[in-house]
């Protein structure tokens, strides 16, 4: 059964999916993360701080938008 914690290292803490952090699985630790290579939004650096966890890294998507209901606004 896979890890359901929702704070485990391999979740993303803003939406709980996997966060495909390579550092967080052991198999792949000595690769660099996909997050190396990106620019993460202030916005979801400032929601990962409100989810209040430093331990596990966003995924792609929550990296990359911010996640909010003015998102969407016209």
């Known amino acids: 059964m896979p890890n359901e914690q ?3 290292p391999t979740r993303c803490p803003v939406c709980g ?3 495909r952090c390579t550092l967080a699985n052991p198999a792949t630790a000595t690769r660099p993360c996909w997050c ?4 993460i939004s202030p916005q979801a650096l400032a929601q990962q701080l409100a989810a209040g966890t430093r331990n596990a890294c ?6 990359q938008a911010p996640q909010t209901a003015d998102s969407d606004a016209p």
């Open 17 to 19: 999916q996997d966060n």
């Open 6 to 8: 929702p704070n485990a």
């Open 36 to 39: 190396y290579s990106v620019t």
């Open 58 to 63: 966003l995924c792609p998507h929550c990296a």
